[in-house]
Each structure stands twice: as structure tokens, then as C-alpha cells.
């Protein structure tokens, strides 16, 4: 166990719809990344909180957001969902911006 | 770009042998690190090798790194049934891991 936690573990949603996907680092860990694995596939970066501000972003559009909160956890927030949304999202804290990640395990999103 | 490439892509081996995958690379990097996947579920960290470092052990685990040929190795050395998973390296150093599509090893009791 890492001890980051995700919720919910699966969840499905109807194509348009809004999704929020949470994650509670680790203790003492102030870094949160996100990212999306497709069947099959590696997992790609969606972006990364450090101590509440967006440290870098990968090549997703801005219907993808987030946030960290005071207490290092974070949200994940996806808008008008599309098909190919439907992945496993995985939460990663670390202690600091480029240490080992420490995942969670993951949110199964299917968008119909 | 920064994303590992993981080679061979599908590994069966027999319990007890040793299995050795290989990552390239094409950027300067930091570190690199290895992780596993079981059954789609959340990545598990395995071992993290500094651009300073050429070769690291945990266990049964072996990385090596070779920052002049861009690759690196990891080795499971007298693999077990509960060794099998998909391993991914993930080079890196900035604020963001780029995994390959990883190793998908499989070990046959």
C-alpha cells in the first residue's frame, strides 16, 4: 500500500457529461501528478500540482483541470466527456517535484 | 522526446530464470525509474537510478544506466509467478514521468 487513495475506484458517465476524480497524497508529499492509461497502453501525463500551483502540464486540453488543496490533496476535472476519455486515471504524490511517485489505484472512467 | 521505449514488449520466461528488460531513451535525463503494473490497477515504484549512477540493486531487482548509449536495464533475477506484470521505465528528472508502453512479462510456475 502506498497510501494514496483514490475514489471513486470506477465510474461511469454518459458523453458530455462532467466528472471529478479525488486523490489523497500521501503523507508529508507535496507534489500530485496526474495521469491517463488507455487499455493497452502506457500511462501519459495529464499535469502536475506543487504546493497548490500547476507545475507543468502535458498534451492535454483545458477541458482537463485540477487542483491541490492546502492539505495536498487533489481533484481532477474532466468537462464535456468524450468516448475516448474512457481510461484508468492514476494519482501519483511524491515528497518533491522529480523524486519517485507513489501511485494510487487509479479510477476506471467509461464514458458511453 | 523524454519517453522510454521498453524492449522486448512481451516476455515469457519459466519460474526460477532470470528476466532482463530494456529501456531507451532520446533526452538527457535526471534519473529514470522502474515501475511495475499489475492487472491495470496502480503502478507499484520499483527503483530509481540517478544520471550519476550506473548500476543499483533492491533485492532481487538490478538496474543498470548507460547515459552515453541512453539505456538502461532492469534484471529479475530467479523470477517467481508473482513477478508477472507489466514494467515500465519512465525516464525523467523534471516534473513529469514518460512512460513507454512497458514489458509485459509473464512467468510460468
Known amino acids: 500500500e502506498t497510501g494514496v487513495t483514490q475514489s471513486p475506484t470506477h465510474l461511469i458517465k454518459t458523453r458530455g457529461q462532467q466528472v471529478t476524480l479525488r486523490c489523497s497524497s500521501q503523507s508529508g508529499h507535496n507534489t500530485v501528478s496526474w495521469y491517463q492509461q488507455a487499455l493497452g497502453q502506457g500511462p501519459q501525463f495529464i499535469f502536475q500540482y506543487y504546493r497548490e500551483e500547476e507545475n507543468g502540464r502535458g498534451n492535454f486540453p483545458p477541458r482537463f483541470s485540477g487542483l491541490q488543496f492546502p492539505n495536498y490533496s487533489s481533484e481532477l476535472n474532466v468537462n464535456a466527456l468524450e468516448l475516448d476519455d474512457s481510461a484508468l486515471y492514476l494519482c501519483?504524490?511524491?515528497?518533491?517535484?522529480?523524486?519517485?511517485?507513489?501511485f494510487g489505484q487509479g479510477t476506471r472512467l467509461t464514458v458511453v | 522526446s523524454q519517453q522510454g521505449e521498453e524492449d522486448p514488449q512481451a516476455l515469457s520466461i519459466q519460474e526460477g530464470e532470470n528476466a532482463t528488460m530494456n529501456c531507451s531513451y532520446k533526452t538527457s535525463i535526471n534519473n529514470l525509474q522502474w515501475y511495475r503494473q499489475n492487472s491495470g490497477r496502480g503502478l507499484v515504484h520499483l527503483i530509481l537510478i540517478r544520471s550519476n549512477e550506473r548500476e543499483k540493486h533492491s533485492g532481487r531487482l538490478r538496474v543498470t544506466l548507460d547515459t552515453s548509449k541512453k539505456s538502461s536495464s532492469l534484471l529479475i533475477t530467479a523470477s517467481r509467478a508473482a513477478d508477472t506484470a507489466s514494467y515500465f521505465c519512465a525516464p525523467g528528472g523534471n516534473n513529469r514521468l514518460a512512460f513507454g508502453k512497458g514489458n509485459q512479462v509473464v512467468v510460468i510456475p
Open positions: 501519483a504524490s511524491s515528497p518533491d517535484r522529480a523524486t519517485e511517485a507513489f
